[in-house]
Nanobody, 117 residues
Framework: QVQLVESGGGLVQAGGSLRLSCAAS????????MGWYRQAPGKQRELVASITTSSRTNYADAVKGRFTISRDVAKNTVYLQMNSLKPEDTAVYYC???????????WGQGTQVTVSS
């Protein structure tokens, strides 16, 4: 069974940092573009950052220069380092695995990030 297990959310003051982690099943991790999405109350879920199997990255304009996505193949884990956090970064953050070969994608359970002003 494919699992995405997230950790690292919490409460932080504006300007602070957090690192999110998402551990995935090896069978999916090695063939998937991994991504982080977020959903704030009353808003649609949006892509924050993604990283391909060849480590090509993509970022939403709102987080460029502040967030960094990375993947550790040995640990089957994707990270999101979030620096210079702003109150508008407050949301539930979801890990996503988008596999190749037409397989369905997978979602983690979500982790809350709250940035106080």
């Amino acid at each position: 069974q494919v699992q995405l297990v997230e950790s690292g959310g919490g409460l932080v003051q504006a300007g602070g940092s957090l690192r999110l982690s998402c551990a995935a099943s090896k069978s999916i991790f090695t063939i998937s573009t991994m991504g982080w999405y977020r959903q704030a109350p009353g808003k649609q879920r949006e892509l924050v950052a993604s990283i391909t199997t060849s480590s090509r990255t993509n970022y939403a304009d709102a987080v460029k220069g502040r967030f960094t996505i990375s993947r550790d193949v040995a640990k089957n884990t994707v990270y999101l380092q979030m620096n210079s956090l702003k109150p508008e970064d407050t949301a539930v953050y979801y890990c996503n695995a988008d596999p190749a070969f037409g397989l369905p994608d997978y979602w983690g359970q979500g982790t809350q990030v709250t940035v106080s002003s």
